[in-house]
């Protein structure tokens, strides 16, 4: 009999995304069916995912769903089940996921994704007749109070299940003012120190890991990080006394999605033996962002505009780049500041820096496809996904060595090229001079053709899909169920 898990998440491809959260959400239930394990999971009533249900069935309703009227609707993620909350207060409304249409956090963020966990927790306390789950799995702080539900404030006569807490990014935790905890129809209890409690405020990210059976991370390393003050963003203390009950695994891609042999939005399709056809989607890159076309190496870079991705340090290294030779195409939005500075940059060198702000899933695919290499210089990263599509794509990863981008790129040091196993570059410390040292070690690999297609070849034949993360998560809710 398989599995039954039950996901909580704020958003999931190919319904609704704003980063790779939605990523993880959206595929793990087709990469854990092989494994034996049913996945439902459980999403918010956007706009877009209500536009997306076909002839919903209502499971459950309720006339107040921490204050606002909710009902649990049918549907399908793909393949596989889907279960919606309908709660148009909460969630039918302008703007984004989690800010309105001026940026800011939507004032009552904190009820909205309480409701989603208590209508979670009810779900999987078999409030719904007929469905039934073995394991919850919550992603996240906007699903993590669906475990503090769980063990707080259970449905009557229901049996306790085993639950992991994924943390896709630490920096985001969810945390709200004391006042709101009396809204949250919990029990006194509840407001301690090992349960919703932190630093006098409600901390939902907070109150999911002290719930869960199990903490997981999206890499090993960033599991080991947010031990540290450093990555830990004042929860290490937390991390640290959970011990083995803390464990990274590596996301994974959609490898068919991200196919250079079938993929439909590039201009060229080619494989790890027919890297010459590459040339043409470099070329077709070079047009679409205005810039001259060239011999020499074309950078890429795909990202949110931030601090924490060191792109305010790509700002600084523009000069230097172009000063080599090489050249810049960015996608991606964020920080006014650093938009400014990255603007500045590119009105210095015309037709050597081309940007693009915004974002196109379509522009990141032919990007990824005619880049030379693809700059990931992030101050700390969970996972990362740009750079496991940059190795698939022959894309050659510079990347700051932390977190999930230290596990799945393999320097080129001399060892390492030597025993024919590299995959890119790595530096440490996001600063001008590490950061401008590898794009120099980057453009010096580049104009050696057999060290620069051995590390394209390399990344090509690097297997990054769901099939080894799958089977990861499937053996931790198995350890955690004791069903094999």
């Known amino acids: 009999m398989a599995l039954a898990v039950l996901s909580i998440a704020s958003e999931a491809v190919p319904l609704i995304k704003t980063g790779g959260l939605a990523d993880v959400a959206g595929a793990l239930p087709a990469a854990l069916a ?68 001026q940026g800011r956090d939507w004032g009552d963020n904190w009820r909205r994704f309480a409701a989603l966990g208590r209508a979670a927790a009810d779900l999987a306390g078999g409030l719904v007749k007929g469905r039934r789950f073995d394991l919850v799995h919550a992603h996240d702080w906007q699903a993590a109070m669906a475990l503090a539900y769980l063990r707080f404030a259970p449905v009557k006569g229901s049996v306790p299940v085993p639950s992991v807490m994924t943390i896709h990014n630490m920096a985001f935790q969810g945390y709200y003012p004391r006042e709101t905890f009396r809204e949250l129809g919990l029990p006194r209890s509840a ?54 009950r803390v464990r990274g695994i590596v996301n994974g891609i959609d490898s068919a999605e991200w196919n250079p042999a079938s993929d439909p939005h590039i201009a060229s399709h080619f ?3 027919s890297l010459t056809r590459r040339a043409a989607n470099k070329r077709a890159l070079e047009a679409e962002f205005g810039l001259e076309p060239g011999d020499g190496p074309l950078f890429i870079v795909v990202s949110r505009l931030t601090w924490q991705k060191g ?26 500041g650093i ?106 690999l580049y104009y050696q053709p057999d060290a620069w297609q051995a590390l394209q070849r390399n990344g090509m034949k690097s297997d990054f899909s769901w099939t080894n993360s799958g089977s990861a998560y499937a053996a931790l809710y198995r350890e955690l169920t004791g069903k094999a």
């Open 34 to 101: 092989p494994h034996g394990v049913a996945m439902t999971t459980l999403l918010p009533g956007y706009p877009a995912v209500m536009a997306a249900l076909k002839r919903p069935r209502v499971l459950h309703s309720w006339d107040s769903l921490l204050g606002q009227p909710a009902r649990l609707l049918t549907g399908k993620l793909g393949d596989n089940p889907l279960i919606v909350l309908d709660a148009p207060a909460y969630f039918d409304r302008q703007g984004g996921l989690y800010s309105d249409p």
């Open 191 to 244: 407001w301690s120190i090992t349960g919703v409690e932190y630093h006098g405020g409600v901390g939902m990210l907070k109150a999911g890991m002290e719930a869960a059976s199990m903490i997981t991370t999206v890499s090993p390393t960033y599991a080991e990080e947010i031990r540290s003050a450093e990555f830990g963003m004042g929860l290490e203390g937390l991390v640290t006394s959970r011990g083995d």
């Open 271 to 273: 494989t790890a033996r």
């Open 311 to 336: 792109m305010d340090v790509l700002v600084e290294v523009l000069d230097h780049l172009a000063g080599i030779g090489g050249r810049l195409a960015l996608l991606g939005s964020g920080d006014a």
């Open 339 to 444: 938009v400014a500075g990255l603007q500045e940059g590119a009105g210095r060198h015309p037709g050597k820096i081309g940007l693009r702000i915004g974002y196109d899933e379509a522009l990141s695919h032919r990007m990824q496809a005619g880049g030379d290499a693809i700059l990931v210089p992030s101050r700390f990263e969970p996972c990362g996904l740009t750079q496991l599509y940059g190795l698939a794509y022959g894309c050659v990863p510079v990347v700051a060595r932390t977190g999930g981008l230290a596990d799945t790129v393999i320097d080129a040091n001399l060892a390492a090229r030597s025993a024919g196993v590299a995959t890119g570059i790595q530096f440490n410390g996001v600063n001008y001079h590490a950061l401008a040292a590898a794009i120099t070690r980057a453009n010096a």
